[in-house]
């Protein structure tokens, strides 16, 4: 889908959510789609929502960073029906043991993005992790 041109990129997105819908593994297909996405280094500010780009904008420019990525996912899973009534959250974590920043997207008690391609339910999350600012996320926003 990323190496076609906008208008095919929507269509082919389209479809993408459609699928979703009836899927036995969503999430695992999401994770199939994106890691497919050109990557960059810095696409959107985390800590700045007003960088962060909108679902179509997001297509358009067709370049994707890690916090996008998630964005990405985000968008493509709260514009089906099946996720329409799901709770979404983006929490921006230090692991203190590993100084690193976590990029997390909670969908419902799933967590998406500390472990690549697969889910964790919330309670799995290790106590190493900080919680250093929490968005919660509304596709109407």
């Not at 997001?58 to 985000?74: A, H, P, R, V």
Request: glycine content about 2%; proline content about 4%.
């Amino acid at each position: 889908m990323f190496d076609k041109k906008y208008e095919e990129r929507l269509a082919a997105w389209v479809d993408f959510r459609n699928q979703l819908e009836t899927s036995d593994t969503p999430f695992e297909d999401i994770f199939n789609f994106y890691n497919r996405a050109p990557l960059v280094k810095i696409q959107v500010d985390p800590y700045d929502q007003s960088s962060w780009l909108d679902p179509w904008r997001l297509l358009y420019e067709n370049k994707y960073c890690d916090f996008s990525i998630l964005l990405g996912i985000f968008y493509t899973l709260a514009l089906t029906t099946r996720f329409s009534d799901s709770k979404f959250e983006i929490h921006i974590c230090t692991n203190k043991h590993k100084s690193e920043i976590k990029y997390l997207l909670f969908v419902d008690n799933n967590v998406i993005g500390y472990d690549p391609n697969k889910i964790l339910l919330k309670n799995d999350l290790p106590a190493t992790l900080l919680i250093e600012k929490t968005y919660e996320l509304d596709i109407a926003q």
